[in-house]
């Protein structure tokens, strides 16, 4: 992508806002691990995707997966995903690499109560801190960053859950935007239409078939995570009543003059694909 460690605009993780010490051995190995990730991601001539993955592998710590250096790789790779468009292979090539990272013991570890490995657990935490809401300078953003998560869940990356699928539409949909300048607004949608354009038919699976979660509305630590907005008042969680409301929704706005064009296009795109995934994934 021909960026700079310098040129990321990092938000600090939860070690840095304790003001840990970073060595420069750490500083070192980030700086190193970003050149890959930048020559993996390069439009000209990109670096393999099994040479990138043996250079990381050697940067970063070997059955450490709570380290320093791992949390820093888990944050440069959201950084690079909101500055990367949605219309690229970025989001995709990036997903694709932490698939295959995430063979190996740099990123996996086995919890002691139930025996069950876990992948990218500080990366789950970067996912959790980075964007929140379109920043109005920079609305790309957000769009991006939905998009690269629903490139991770659709690589399996994270065990399946509908929560960042669920979230974002509420937001785009179910909770009141019409207060919102058009680019902030269309902002929200075209999040929103990530998770089609890249995990729909994973999500509509789910509705089909409830048991694939790994987690459910009634397993949920916070039920109410999964509850809906105030512009929505039918079956809550994730339901073909509420995805049916979010296809016409975008349907709407695909003819609305108060998003952007390029909102519109994808929003058209998104309702054909929901229409799609209904008819051809049903019996």
């Known amino acids: 992508m021909g960026l700079h460690l310098s040129q990321l605009c990092r938000k600090p993780s939860g070690k840095d806002r304790e003001a840990r010490e970073v060595t420069s051995n750490i500083e070192h190995t980030q700086e190193k691990a970003f050149a890959v990730l930048n020559d993996y991601l390069g439009l000209e001539s990109p670096l393999p995707l099994d040479l990138a993955v043996e250079s990381l592998l050697k940067l970063l710590p070997t059955d450490a997966p709570d380290s320093e250096e791992i949390c ?85 990356i994270f065990p399946t859950d509908p929560t960042y699928a669920l979230w974002a539409m509420r937001a785009a949909f179910e909770d009141e935007r019409s207060h919102e300048g058009k680019e902030v607004r269309s902002s929200w949608i075209l999040g929103a239409a990530q998770w089609i354009l890249w ?83 049903t019996f």
């Not at 069950?116 to 964007?131: A, G, P, T």
């Open 72 to 156: 820093r790789f888990g944050e440069d790779c959201f950084e690079l995903a909101e500055m990367a468009s949605y219309k690229t292979l970025s989001h995709s090539r990036l997903a694709q690499l932490l698939e295959a990272l995430g063979l190996s013991s740099h990123f996996t570890f086995l919890a002691k109560e139930n025996g069950r490995v876990w992948r990218f657990n500080l990366l789950k935490h970067s996912m959790e801190d980075f964007c929140e809401g379109p920043d109005s300078d920079n609305p790309d953003r957000y769009v991006n960053y939905n998009s690269f998560l629903a490139h991770l869940y659709e690589h399996r």
């Open 199 to 281: 995990n729909g038919q994973s999500i509509f699976n789910l509705i089909l078939e409830p048991a694939l979660y790994d987690v459910t509305y009634e397993t949920w630590p916070d039920r109410g995570a999964w509850d809906s907005g105030s512009l929505y008042n039918g079956t809550t969680g994730l339901s073909l009543e509420r995805w049916q409301f979010w296809k016409r929704r975008f349907g709407e706005v695909s003819k609305d003059s108060n998003v952007t064009d390029e909102c519109k296009m994808v929003s058209a795109r998104a309702m054909a694909m929901m229409d799609l995934f209904e008819k051809h994934m």
